[in-house]
């Protein structure tokens, strides 16, 4: 089945303590990003890639990284977490830069 | 700067009804769109895209028109289902961009029995 999946799903951690949320698509999508979603602000692009090696910002990096050492992963670290990253996170993967992008189930992280 | 948005936060509507979502956007060099609908708990899934050289695309039950004289685009189900219920997302993005999507704030569609 063709999909993309996120770990955790769920995740309750404490300021400072580094934590990696993975994502892989089975889909051999060049085209992978990250979003988080909170009341009233939205889907909001975090990082995005669009092949191997090739990363970029989106509308609110900070405190966040990601790399794309694969094509089927590219998973979001947050070195430091901090209370204003409590959010529901998204990945997604589309085939090509502005096509139709495929949705993980999202991760809600809790930063205490 | 960039914005999509929705018309209505919350749409009601009778189950068999057919129901009308609105967004406006806001810039005028978007030339792809596509709806998005969001289940509690899940993340948001694909409904029906458009772009920018057309004005309207049927799907199975939905609709999209797109009105580019005024920057509109709505979602039209037809004989709308307990199982529509959801949060329904446009979405806009401009070609050789960064393949970024802009979502509006979503709309809640509820579906009375």
């Known amino acids: 089945e063709a999909q993309v999946t996120q770990n955790p799903r769920y995740l309750i951690t404490v300021t400072g303590k580094k934590l990696t949320v993975t994502c892989s698509q089975n889909?051999?999508?060049?085209?992978m990003s990250w979003y988080r979603q909170d009341p009233g602000l939205g889907l909001r692009q975090i990082y995005y890639?669009?092949?191997?090696?090739?990363?970029d910002k989106g509308d609110v990096p900070e405190g966040y990284k990601v790399s794309r050492k694969e094509k089927r992963n590219f998973p979001l670290i947050l070195e430091s977490p901090s209370p204003n990253q409590t959010s529901l996170y998204f990945c997604?993967?589309?085939?090509?830069?502005?096509?139709?992008?495929?949705f993980g189930p999202g991760t809600r992280l809790t930063v205490l | 700067g960039e914005s999509v948005g929705l018309h209505l936060p919350t749409l009601s509507v009778q189950e068999g009804d057919n129901s009308i979502i609105n967004c406006a956007y806001s810039?005028?060099?978007?030339?792809?769109f596509i709806w998005y609908k969001q289940e509690s708990g899940k993340g948001p899934q694909f409904i029906i895209d458009?772009?920018?050289?057309?004005d309207k695309r049927q799907g199975q039950r939905v609709t999209v028109l797109l009105n580019k004289t005024v920057k509109h685009l709505s979602l039209q189900i037809a004989a709308t289902q307990p199982g529509d219920s959801a949060v329904y997302f446009c979405?806009?993005?401009?070609?050789?961009?960064?393949?970024?999507?802009?979502f509006g704030q979503g709309t809640t569609l509820q579906v009375k029995p």
């Open positions: 997604a993967s589309s085939l090509l830069k502005g096509g139709e992008q495929f």
């Open positions: 889909m051999n999508h060049e085209y």
């Open positions: 890639s669009m092949n191997v090696e090739v990363t």
């Open positions: 810039n005028s060099a978007s030339d792809y």
């Open positions: 458009i772009r920018s050289n057309m």
């Open positions: 979405a806009e993005n401009i070609s050789g961009n960064t393949g970024k999507l802009i």
